[in-house]
């Protein structure tokens, strides 16, 4: 498996949210308190999307373009930069401007809804809000800028007119089939916006362009338990050792072993938080051979030993 995709199952979106916005202008609406990562895309007409708490420029969606906002930051949506918010969303609620609130109360799962009327001449919109699960997330969400745009393309489109025509039914099965569009969704996009010229990617993800670094990446990420030495990964991509290591860290801005205790801090972290595995039992999961040594390099990289760890996140 490779890099991305490795950190795109293990932060595994949860309690997403697909929702179909239709209006017509003049419209704006607030989002406050949304989770990590939003993705918008335009349908049909145009849209503005605004950060109200990051200081960054109003973006303007064309048909087909896709915002990801990382970092729950609450937004704006409108047909303008200018329009002030007609209503207000805040935990699956609507909230009219100048009091009164929507009929439809919190809900976490997929079923799909809509803001708006329909009329003719109105923008139509897909928003989809989800959680990422832990530090495996956290490192996905190190990936995006607050706020990103992927200008609209052939594979993203047709993505989203699966997603648009399976949001607008209601039929068995549909949580399932909304929450794999929206991934599907995600994943191109991030992979759109990575080839992107105004992409700031971490120094990892652009060493996977490397065929000997990426390598070694995916090997790291493939078994992070195995007791990897540098030569061995030398070894296993075809390189001296010495040159592979300069060439590692050059590339990725640490050597291959740090990064690779960096993955396994991050791995333990997420199996402490979602498991009841003991200590010991964890410790083991990430190539640690007894529970002391992996405390040790635990809370050297989380400033907390694992069991305080384990219950701050709980």
Known sequence: MDVLSDLLHRANARNALVRQLIQRPPWALAFTGPPPLTVVATLGGHASVRLDDAGVAPVRLAPGDIALIGGAHAHTIADSPSTTPQAVIHGGRKHVAGGGEGAAGAHRSLAPRTYGDGLPGATIMLRGACELRGEAGVRLLGMLPPLAVVPAGPRTRAALDLLATE????????????????????????????????????????????????????????????????????????????????????????????????????????????????????????????????SVAFKRAHGVSPSAWRRRTR
Do not use: I
């Open 167 to 294: 949001v607008a039914r209601d039929e068995p099965g549909q949580d399932a089939v909304l929450h794999r569009l929206l991934d599907l969704v995600l994943v191109l996009a991030l992979r759109a916006w990575g080839a992107g010229p105004d992409a700031a990617l971490p120094s990892w993800h652009r060493a996977l362009a490397d065929p000997a670094v990426g390598e070694a990446l995916r090997l790291l990420h493939e078994r992070p338990a195995h007791r990897w030495t540098v030569a061995e990964l030398a070894g296993g991509v075809g390189m001296s050792r010495a040159a592979f290591a300069a060439r590692f860290r050059s590339m990725v801005g640490e050597p291959p072993l740090t990064y690779l205790t960096g993955w396994r801090m991050a791995l333990g972290a997420d199996l402490l938080s979602d498991t009841d595995a003991t200590v010991a039992a964890v410790a083991r999961e990430v190539g640690y051979a007894d529970a002391f040594a992996f």
